[in-house]
């Protein structure tokens, strides 16, 4: 890292001089800076120091505690909303044993993984989602707003509605099966709305 020390702005009178003496001088990190302000190019000498000569580290041994910052926070927010899930899937085996880095050798957990996890074994257990499924349907939309509620609210709006979008197949198909084989998708006009509303339903897809 480098760090720039401006000297004052060499007048007017004698500028070419300054800059004859400057740029002969043999000091490391001696140079010239061309400024452009109000159109008016002037240059300006400087001289580049090395911040780590000139400040050392507050901790070089990594051995004080985290400082209380936002990011320490928002870590233990996770972190306690992920132990949560953990203790609500108690045969969730780790999904990896790679070392993070930080922590050689310790099992890691897909946080992400374990989230979807939680929220397919929510629909399976949904008795009525699925009685609604096999007796005459129910629409997309209804699965997708479930599946965003049972995403930890640690996710922002955008990010749950994210994965609940690409999760309402997989959850179907854990119990229903294949696409077009246990169940179907079919756009049903909705008089109420004014509009064609994708349903999901039980069975092969009429053709």
Same mark, same amino acid.
């Given at each position: 890292?480098l760090c720039?020390?401006? @000297?004052?702005?060499?007048?007017?009178v004698?500028?070419?001089? *300054?800059?004859?003496?400057?740029?002969?001088?043999?000091i490391? *990190? $001696?140079?010239?800076?061309?400024?452009?302000?109000?159109?008016?190019? #002037?240059?300006?000498?400087l001289?580049?120091?090395s911040?780590?000569h000139? #400040?050392?580290? !507050?901790?070089? $041994?990594?051995?004080?505690?985290?400082?209380?910052?936002f990011?320490?926070?928002?870590?233990t927010?996770?972190?306690?909303?992920?132990?949560d899930?953990?203790?609500?899937l108690?045969? !969730?085996m780790p999904?990896?044993? +790679?070392?993070n880095?930080?922590?050689?050798?310790? +099992?890691? %957990?897909?946080?992400?993984a374990? #989230?979807?996890?939680q929220?397919?074994r929510?629909?399976?257990?949904?008795?009525?989602? =699925?009685?609604?499924?096999?007796?005459? *349907? &129910?629409?997309?939309?209804? %699965?997708?707003?479930? !599946?965003?509620?049972? =995403?930890?609210?640690?996710?922002? +709006?955008?990010?749950? +509605?994210? &994965?609940?979008?690409? =999760?309402?197949?997989?959850?179907?198909?854990?119990? @229903?099966?294949?696409?077009?084989?246990?169940?179907?998708?079919e756009?049903?006009?909705?008089?109420n709305?004014?509009?064609?509303?994708?349903?999901?339903?039980?069975g092969?897809?009429?053709?």
């Amino acid at each position: 890292m480098l760090c720039i020390e401006l @000297f004052p702005r060499i007048q007017t009178v004698g500028i070419f001089r *300054g800059l004859s003496v400057l740029l002969n001088e043999p000091i490391p *990190g $001696q140079g010239v800076f061309w400024s452009s302000v109000g159109n008016q190019p #002037y240059p300006i000498p400087l001289r580049v120091l090395s911040f780590e000569h000139m #400040y050392t580290v !507050l901790d070089p $041994q990594n051995t004080r505690t985290a400082v209380d910052a936002f990011a320490q926070t928002l870590k233990t927010k996770f972190q306690s909303a992920l132990q949560d899930r953990l203790e609500q899937l108690e045969d !969730l085996m780790p999904l990896s044993t +790679e070392g993070n880095g930080s922590n050689q050798g310790e +099992e890691a %957990i897909d946080a992400l993984a374990l #989230y979807r996890k939680q929220a397919i074994r929510a629909f399976q257990n949904n008795s009525d989602i =699925l009685r609604q499924i096999r007796e005459r *349907g &129910i629409p997309w939309g209804a %699965i997708f707003g479930f !599946l965003v509620k049972q =995403l930890p609210e640690e996710i922002d +709006e955008s990010g749950r +509605e994210d &994965i609940a979008r690409h =999760l309402v197949d997989e959850a179907v198909g854990t119990v @229903f099966g294949r696409e077009n084989e246990g169940w179907h998708k079919e756009d049903v006009f909705s008089s109420n709305k004014n509009r064609w509303i994708k349903w999901v339903k039980m069975g092969e897809k009429s053709s």
